[in-house]
């Protein structure tokens, strides 16, 4: 028990200023967003979300002790035995006050063992609760993915020759060496790409007459972006980091921020590939893309990157070819 104690401590208190910071620089990210990437551009904005997650990887750093909940402060060490010690007579033929400190030692230790014990068992109830909560969870949402796909596939068809043509010249356009396979739904949903492994782009039935060859080219430049920049890989790290801080509400929250300005920084990319002049252009594809998903009931999977999520967010603004 005591040895579990010890090794158990220093973890916890990982965890929770883990937990501590990550909050603040979460809180942080949400207050400067906004001003931050009209001065340093999308790109930069969209880096900024790396902070909590490098965060994680660090070992125990030093906060100020006032920060960490009082539960979870380090016992102060006994001084008995200590002070016993010191205290000894030295005669001849005694021990000497160090022979004895052992065993003193271990008679204050075994005094709270008791205790110590509990919060052991304590402790240990709500570690594995954490972790079963977690991979729940995430199972869940992986699960609730694999559905969104499937339904994807039985609501829809494969491309025209003529579009997958396009297809392939925007993913040349991008640097892709191969592209994905494209989908044509039975209903209004996409452009949006789906899947970490075997990506799909998912294009609506009217893609061909509603969008003109321009705007179907943006279209397919912004989904192919995403899977030549690994967002797909980001937001299934995104997950995975939800998943580990499951109780934290301001994680999951912050999660459709950092997804918006992931969507921006893919705008700037595919302004930046298409050219300054194309903006106005692009932004009216974007606004055509959102009023085509307006009414549209299903719900995304949590692996799928939509091209009106700037716009439904409603919360960049093309400006140049950094700064949306």
């Known amino acids: 028990m005591i040895s579990a104690l010890s090794d158990t401590e220093p973890f ?6 883990t937990g501590l910071v990550v909050s603040l620089l979460i809180f942080g ?3 400067i967003r906004r001003p931050f990437a009209r001065w ?3 790109n930069a904005t969209y880096a900024l979300w790396s902070l909590p997650l490098i965060r994680m990887c660090l070992p125990v750093l030093a906060i100020p002790e006032s920060w960490v909940p009082a539960a979870f402060r380090p016992a102060a060490q006994p001084a008995a035995a200590v002070d016993l010690a010191a205290g000894l007579p030295r005669t001849v033929g005694q021990s000497r006050p160090e022979d004895l400190t052992p065993f003193l030692s271990d008679a204050s230790v075994f005094q709270g063992s008791a205790f110590q014990g ?3 068992s304590i402790l240990m109830v709500i570690l594995g609760l ?8 995430l199972g869940y949402q992986l699960y609730q993915q694999r559905q969104f796909k499937l339904r994807l596939f039985a609501n829809s068809d494969v491309t025209s020759a003529a579009l997958l043509a396009e297809v392939k010249s925007a993913a040349t356009r991008v640097s892709l060496s191969k592209s994905p396979d494209v989908r044509i739904s039975h209903q209004n949903v996409g452009p949006l ?5 075997n990506p799909v782009v998912v294009l609506p039935k009217s893609f061909e007459t509603d969008f003109n060859p321009q705007q179907r080219n943006f279209a397919l430049i912004h989904e192919l972006s995403h899977l030549k920049r690994k967002d797909l890989w980001v937001a299934c790290g995104v997950l995975m980091f939800r998943a580990v801080n499951w109780p934290n509400p301001l994680v999951h929250f912050a999660s459709h921020r950092l997804r918006a300005d992931q969507e921006a920084a893919c705008d700037a990319y595919v302004v930046k590939v298409t050219g300054q002049a194309t903006t106005h252009s692009y932004a009216e594809t974007l606004v055509k893309a959102a009023r085509q998903t307006t009414g549209n009931s299903g719900k995304l999977g949590q692996l799928a990157l939509s091209l ?3 716009q439904a967010g409603a919360d960049t603004e093309i400006s140049n070819g950094d700064e949306i």
Not at 130 to 137: D, F, G, H, K, T
Request: without cysteine; charged residues 15%.
């Open 130 to 137: 954490w972790a079963s909560v977690a991979v729940l969870w």
């Open 40 to 42: 340093f551009g999308a």
């Open 12 to 17: 916890v208190r990982w965890l929770v200023e």
């Open 193 to 197: 790409i789906t899947g970490v492994f």
């Open 118 to 120: 509990s919060d052991v």
């Open 29 to 31: 990210i949400l207050l």
């Open 308 to 310: 009106a999520d700037t």
